[in-house]
């Protein structure tokens, strides 16, 4: 018997893109910045914490990823509902790592590190870290061998507009630009008639960008809103779990590997966010 | 003309055009990676903005003039004659090469920038009036460098395509740099074959239009941007005098204590550290491309890796950031000497490297030792806000020297 849990949502993603150094913090010679006014960019895939940054107007309306659905695979499947609405949370910080291709090729990066924390409100709480190698938790990913990366790395960038499209419901990428542009536009007015300098600066930028994005429908800016990259492995580190009230219906196995498959995509160069969906699958002992 | 004499005549004017294009891209790369980068260096959000946009743009032009630099590498090779990614040390004064303005490393100003927009005038264009008042713009050999390609295009044209001996396969073209296939362009650069008189000519006119533009269509070209970016400039001096978005680097840094005229010597310990650290990483990503482009023997991993290595991330983990990092440092202990800047110092060696398997081993233990340096580099006692990229140094340049080692068979290593 396994547990099977859904999660899925958006996340705030800032970093810097190529030809930029992989520590660029305000994105010159990419296609995504830190805009005036704004703290640096810190590579960071944020779930729920946004480290202090003010969304940008048009940023999904639910961001956070949280747990759809969950149940065991008895016959028939029971659900665990004390699990449905819980945050998903990968901690410690959590990068997309290629470093300029140093590490991996596009695509094949892995995220680093890989600490997934699930917790409901009701204390319930699944946390599951993956190592590089089980025997050098502390192996920092540019020692890793390429094997080690590319187990826990993507397996490429697709273009898949119908999983982008049944997960967000943006199915038109440049229908999406021209109406991100129409709410920028009038929000740039609103900001030059109460004086805001510093608002126009950074709207400005952004229309720019998406203006270009609307003339060049194969550039980056608009071939990644319907791209994604898919992940799957075992976790095979440390795991906690506390389940107060039993609402798991049983131990789970904290020896074997955790098998995960998600999918990051759908990446929006103007707000910097994309989506996160997957599902987690926890062998009872 | 002869073959012969065509032949030596276009490979000297060729290799003036390598060195000259080796040399604006490291003006332009100095400029822009002076700018600031933060409210707290004296610029407001609205000027960092805009700034913004000059070192993209300047940035831009300077992946295109490696572009031009890899356009005259393959036209070098196709008449037969070698890839050339030596030049002198700057200063050097208009007479140098005769294309209108000195050649010297020194911040962002409007002394820089015109001197840009000198460099990237058109042929049959007036000098502009803007560039008249200043100094270092003197009217001696050609205008611009437009002028020298001009030169070498004529002569060209009078080749036939009996002439052009090098095999295609020695051609290094943009294709190469990119896995994603059937792309033209990769990151602005695109790099064409040169196999014959009119794909010599194709590519001759590339670095036209993109340096000069054409007659009425200038829009885009390197002398439209730097124009653009000085007019902005002056608009921005016009509404706050005091305005100064780069920041206060020396001109021409070097770590020679000799004391060449024009040369500002690094003397703060920490700075010379990471300096040397910039001058041998430099080094060595020319000799990997000297080695790239006249690949001989190569097999086709060999030559990817030189590539995944010379390119990004040597451009990218190893010479802006630490250009980057040095105009932060001070030049000495002097506060008033201004900071450091990054010393392009061109090696004095031969760069290509006959022997394969000689070179890889000499590129492997200089990738090893700047490693060693970086590592030694992060006791070092380094403003807060640039320890985070010494130990992105540390692991990056490990990385790479491992890699290439891996690659490339070649034992030994940390």
């Known amino acids: 018997m396994k547990l099977i849990v859904r999660f899925s949502g958006a996340v705030l993603y800032r970093l810097p893109t190529d030809p930029d150094p992989m520590d660029e913090t305000r994105g010159v010679s990419g296609y995504t910045?830190?805009?005036?006014?704004?703290?640096?960019?810190?590579?960071?895939?944020?779930?729920?914490?946004?480290?202090?940054?003010?969304?940008?107007?048009?940023?999904?309306?639910?961001?956070?990823?949280?747990?759809?659905?969950?149940?065991?695979?008895?016959?028939?499947?029971?659900?665990?509902?004390?699990?449905?609405?819980?945050?998903?949370?990968?901690?410690?910080?959590?990068?997309?790592?290629?470093?300029?291709?140093?590490?991996?090729?596009?695509?094949?990066?892995?995220?680093?590190?890989?600490?997934?924390?699930?917790?409901?409100?009701?204390?319930?709480?699944?946390?599951?870290d993956d190592y590089f190698d089980p025997a050098q938790p502390d192996l920092p990913v540019w020692k890793a061998t390429p094997a080690q990366l590319a187990r826990r790395g993507a397996s490429g960038i697709a273009l898949d507009p119908l999983t982008i499209g049944e997960a967000t419901g943006m199915w038109d990428p440049m229908q999406a630009i021209a109406e991100r542009l129409a709410l920028l536009v009038p929000e740039r007015e609103e900001a030059e008639k109460r004086g805001d300098e510093i608002a126009v600066a950074a709207l400005t930028r952004r229309i720019a960008e998406l203006e270009f994005a609307l003339v060049n429908p194969t550039d980056r800016r608009v071939m990644a809103r319907q791209a994604i990259e898919r992940f799957a492995f075992g976790m095979n580190g440390k795991a906690t779990i506390d389940d107060p009230h039993g609402a798991l219906g049983g131990t789970l196995d904290t020896t074997q590997p955790w098998p995960i498959a998600y999918w990051m995509g759908g990446w929006d160069a103007d707000t910097l966010t994309c989506f996160f969906d997957g599902a987690l699958i926890v062998p009872y002992a | 003309m002869t073959h012969a004499d065509l032949r030596a005549v276009l490979a000297d004017k060729l290799t003036v055009a390598a060195e000259i294009?080796?040399?604006?891209?490291?003006?332009?790369?100095?400029?822009?990676?002076?700018?600031?980068?933060?409210?707290?260096?004296?610029?407001?959000?609205?000027?960092?903005?805009?700034?913004?946009?000059?070192?993209?743009?300047?940035?831009?032009?300077?992946?295109?003039?490696?572009?031009?630099?890899?356009?005259?590498?393959?036209?070098?090779?196709?008449?037969?004659?070698?890839?050339?990614?030596?030049?002198?040390?700057?200063?050097?004064?208009?007479?140098?090469?005769?294309?209108?303005?000195?050649?010297?490393?020194?911040?962002?100003?409007?002394?820089?920038l015109r001197r840009f927009v000198r460099l990237e005038h058109p042929a049959d264009g007036p000098v502009l009036a803007t560039l008249a008042p200043d100094g270092v713009v003197l009217l001696q050999g050609r205008a611009s460098i437009a002028e020298l390609y001009l030169e070498i295009r004529k002569l060209v044209e009078s080749t036939d395509d009996a002439f052009w001996l090098g095999p295609s396969s020695a051609q290094i073209v943009t294709q190469m740099l990119n896995p994603a296939p059937g792309q033209r362009t990769v990151y602005d650069v695109s790099l064409p074959a040169v196999t014959d008189q009119k794909s010599a000519l194709a590519a001759i006119d590339q670095v036209l239009i993109e340096g000069e533009g054409t007659d009425g269509h200038r829009q885009g070209s390197h002398f439209a941007v730097f124009h653009h970016i000085l007019e902005e400039f002056a608009a921005e001096l016009e509404r706050e005098p005091g305005f100064e978005p780069a920041r206060p680097i020396v001109a021409n840094p070097t770590l020679d204590d000799r004391g060449h005229v024009g040369q500002t010597e690094l003397t703060a310990p920490a700075t010379r550290a990471l300096a040397r650290v910039f001058d041998r990483s430099y080094g060595v990503m020319l000799v990997m491309l000297a080695r790239y482009y006249v690949h001989t023997d190569e097999t086709p991993a060999e030559l990817t890796t030189l590539q995944t290595t010379a390119f990004f991330p040597s451009m990218t983990l190893l010479i802006r950031p630490i250009a980057e990092m040095l105009t932060l440092l001070p030049a000495s202990s002097d506060p008033g000497a201004g900071n450091a800047g990054p010393p392009f110092t061109p090696p004095r060696?031969?760069?290509?490297?006959?022997?394969?398997?000689?070179?890889?081993?000499?590129?492997?233990?200089?990738?090893?030792?700047?490693?060693?340096?970086?590592?030694?580099?992060?006791?070092?006692?380094y403003p807060a806000a640039l320890r985070p990229r010494v130990q992105m140094l540390l692991e990056n340049t490990a990385r790479m020297a491992a890699n290439f080692r891996a690659a490339m068979l070649v034992g030994g290593g940390a």
């Open chain 2, 349 to 381: 060696a031969t760069l290509f490297l006959p022997d394969k398997r000689s070179a890889w081993r000499v590129i492997a233990e200089q990738l090893d030792q700047i490693a060693a340096d970086c590592a030694a580099l992060v006791p070092t006692d």
């Open chain 1, 33 to 128: 910045f830190a805009l005036a006014g704004e703290p640096d960019m810190d590579r960071t895939i944020r779930m729920h914490d946004f480290g202090g940054f003010v969304l940008r107007s048009g940023s999904p309306a639910n961001m956070g990823v949280f747990v759809t659905r969950a149940y065991r695979t008895d016959a028939p499947e029971t659900p665990v509902e004390a699990l449905v609405g819980a945050k998903v949370e990968l901690l410690g910080e959590p990068k997309l790592e290629n470093r300029n291709w140093l590490l991996t090729l596009p695509g094949k990066e892995p995220i680093v590190p890989f600490e997934l924390e699930i917790t409901s409100p009701s204390g319930l709480r699944l946390r599951r």
């Open chain 2, 21 to 112: 294009e080796h040399g604006v891209l490291c003006q332009y790369l100095y400029a822009a990676l002076s700018l600031k980068k933060n409210p707290e260096e004296g610029v407001t959000w609205v000027q960092l903005e805009r700034m913004r946009g000059w070192e993209a743009a300047i940035l831009k032009i300077a992946r295109q003039e490696m572009e031009h630099l890899g356009i005259v590498c393959n036209l070098l090779s196709a008449l037969g004659g070698a890839p050339h990614f030596g030049r002198p040390p700057m200063p050097l004064p208009p007479s140098f090469y005769g294309v209108g303005a000195r050649f010297t490393l020194e911040p962002f100003s409007v002394a820089a």
